[in-house]
C-alpha cells in the first residue's frame, strides 16, 4: 500500500504564499519523479511543476517565476514553495509520485487526496 499525503493548502491574499508538502509512504522501494498538478470545476488536472530524482525541474508557464518545487528523498517529500499567488491559482492541488514498491520492478503513478488552495482577498 502506497499513501500520498498533501497539506499546506488554504486561504491567502493575493501576493501572499503558501508551501505545500506532500509525503509518501508505504511499501516503498524508491521514487522516481514526482510533481504536483492542479484542477479547478469543469476543467482538467493540469500540471504544475515536475522534479526528478536527481533534482531536475521543470515547470508551466504560468508558475515559471513565482513557484518552487523541491523534493527530500531520505523523507519521501515533495514541496511547492507558491509566492506571488494570484486569484486564478485557486484550485485542488495534487501531490503525484512515480513509486517502485517492494516485490515490483517497475514504478507505478500514485495519487495524494488533495489540497484547496484558495486565492482571495
Not at 13 to 38: E, K
Not at 56 to 80: E, Q
Request: with cysteine; proline share 3%; aromatic share 10%.
Amino acid at each position: 500500500q502506497v499513501q500520498l499525503v498533501e497539506s499546506g493548502g488554504g486561504l491567502v491574499q493575493p501576493g501572499g504564499s503558501l508551501r505545500l508538502s506532500c509525503a509518501a509512504s508505504g511499501s516503498i522501494v524508491s521514487t522516481n519523479a514526482m510533481g504536483w498538478y492542479r484542477q479547478t470545476p469543469g476543467k482538467q488536472r493540469e500540471l504544475v511543476a515536475t522534479i526528478t530524482s536527481d533534482g531536475s525541474t521543470n515547470y508551466v508557464d504560468f508558475v515559471k517565476g513565482r513557484f518552487t518545487i523541491s523534493r527530500d528523498n531520505a523523507k519521501k517529500m515533495v514541496f511547492l514553495q507558491m509566492n506571488s499567488l494570484k486569484p486564478e491559482d485557486t484550485a485542488v492541488y495534487y501531490c503525484n509520485a512515480q513509486v517502485r514498491r517492494y516485490f515490483s520492478v517497475r514504478y507505478d503513478p500514485y495519487w495524494g487526496q488533495g489540497t484547496q488552495v484558495t486565492v482571495s482577498s
